[in-house]
């Protein structure tokens, strides 16, 4: 049943949800909040989207460095937001320490590089055609082998961890299932939000919320080019949220920080959700999915995220053993698992897993790389 109403078509309802957003504070969302006993750099890494496209485009983002010889010494989480997101997604400044997976995964000793991938934030605007799933993995390729070579903020890092929510994930999904050279391949997947089988009336539903940004109130003066699409006002409560786990203010300020998508990238992600894809990932993969994500999850159709073991049963026939899966069932929680109030629940999860991967059982792998179940 859903618990959120529909949403809003008149001209005066959208005025008033454009009016309470606008009391948010801009300022209280802008910045990257920067966790405690570590040492965070903004960085400015150029990338190409092909290999026959030679311009080159600009990708921002936070690196937050740990000493932790077992863990941030060597090992990095790239973060990579989903669709209408930038890299806030994973570093709220709204009660960091309840919500930003950057403040959790330092204060176990990781590093972090937390970005914004190309047509969102700070980082460049190339066309929107060009912006599709394939062009988006070859970006994250190259920030992947600049982390091994130290080109990132001068420290050469042996492990990559690739994170990603929903689009993030989809990303990160065609990198490691395609791509042959390693180097340009994370050791680790985390895929949050994102399953191959969505539950369609709530896709068609995030469909049409998806306008022109250049038309938003919260965008429009931004200059986004044709194609750059965002999600109408006060729909992303009912799309992203689920309510009872969520808390109202966060949802306000997502509302007014809101970033963009495009249609390349809706058009091309419908192709990665195929077995061929995920059969050639070849590095453990975690997957984190809200029990209430409305875009995944539906329990009368079959599609259950009510627990870790039936996200796996959903999910294993399209990987290979060398996946090593795992998955992890977050409690009342909906679609944008880092903006509800059980975040730390998946943090806590995605962090035991590397732990165990990297330093408890590391000794332990089997042939395919799996560590003990």
Request: aromatic share 8%; proline share 6%; glycine share 8%.
């Amino acid at each position: 049943m859903k618990r959120w109403a529909a949403i809003p078509t008149s001209l005066a309802t959208v005025t008033f949800m454009v009016a309470a957003i606008a009391t948010i504070d801009p300022q209280a969302a802008f910045g990257d909040p920067v966790p405690p006993y570590s040492s965070c750099s903004d960085q400015s890494v150029t990338v190409t989207l092909s290999p026959t496209d030679p311009t080159p485009y600009t990708m921002s983002g936070q690196l937050c460095l740990q000493p932790d010889e077992l863990r941030g010494g060597r090992a990095v989480m790239l973060m990579i937001s989903g669709l209408t997101y930038d890299r806030s997604y994973f570093n709220t400044s709204q009660e960091p320490y309840t919500y930003s997976w950057v403040y959790s995964a330092t204060t176990r000793g990781y590093s972090t590089f937390n970005i914004d991938r190309l047509g969102v934030g700070q980082s460049s605007r190339p066309p929107a055609d060009q912006l599709t799933i394939q062009n988006q993995a070859h970006t994250i390729a190259q920030i992947v082998q600049k982390l091994r070579a130290g080109e990132i903020g001068g420290r050469a890092f042996s492990i990559v961890v690739g994170v990603g929510h929903s689009l993030g994930a989809c990303i990160l999904q065609y990198l490691a299932g395609t791509y042959t050279d390693a180097t340009a391949v994370p050791d680790y997947l985390v895929l949050s939000a994102w399953l191959h089988d969505g539950y369609l009336p709530e896709i068609i539903t995030l469909g049409a919320s998806l306008y022109p940004a250049s038309s938003d109130p919260v965008l429009a003066a931004s200059g986004y080019p044709d194609g750059y699409l965002t999600t109408l006002p006060d729909t992303r409560g009912p799309i992203f949220y689920h309510a009872t786990g969520a808390d109202s203010s966060l949802i306000a300020l997502d509302e007014a920080t809101k970033q963009t998508g495009t249609g390349a990238e809706r058009e091309t992600l419908i192709a990665i959700r195929a077995s061929d894809v995920t059969a050639g990932i070849t590095v453990p993969v975690a997957l984190s999915v809200g029990q209430y994500d409305d875009l995944q999850c539906n329990e009368a159709s079959g599609l259950s995220c009510a627990s870790g073991a039936a996200i796996e049963a959903r999910e294993a026939p399209y990987y290979g053993a060398q996946a090593c899966l795992t998955g992890f069932s977050v409690p009342d929680t909906g679609h944008s698992v880092a903006l509800h109030r059980k975040a730390l629940d998946s943090y806590n999860f995605v962090h035991t897993w590397l732990d165990d991967n990297l330093i408890n059982f590391a000794s332990q792998k089997d042939a395919n790389g799996c560590i003990p179940s």
